[in-house]
């Protein structure tokens, strides 16, 4: 069974940096595509950082200050966030396909 636990959210000054971590089991990551996406209240998912065995996406709006990365050896995906926005503030969630697997999620908080 595949599991997915996120950690790294908290909150943070506008401009600030964090760095989420998502944790899989169950299944190995180097033919899986990983992402991120993220929830704001009142608002739909939305994907923010994908990432394949060749390939990389990212949502325009955090481009230049998202990275993600993934080490398959330790079967982790990871999302920089630097220079952080308050509209950056969202519960964000960790994916994988193919299968539909979601984290449970974290929270980032970005204050003004």
């Known amino acids: 069974q595949v599991q997915l636990v996120e950690s790294g959210g908290g909150l943070v000054q506008a401009g600030g940096s964090l760095r989420l971590s998502c944790a899989a089991s169950g299944r190995t990551l180097s033919s899986a595509v990983m992402g991120w996406f993220r929830q704001a209240p009142g608002k739909e998912r939305e994907a923010v950082a994908r990432?394949?065995?060749?390939?990389?996406y990212y949502a325009d709006s955090v481009k230049g200050r998202f990275t993600i990365s993934r080490d398959n050896a330790k079967n982790t995906v990871n999302l920089q966030m630097n220079s952080l926005k308050p509209e950056d503030t969202a519960v964000y969630y960790c994916?994988?396909?193919?299968?539909?697997?979601w984290g449970k999620g974290t929270l980032v908080t970005v204050s003004s």
């Open positions: 990432i394949s065995w060749n390939a990389v």
């Open positions: 994916n994988l396909d193919p299968g539909g697997y």
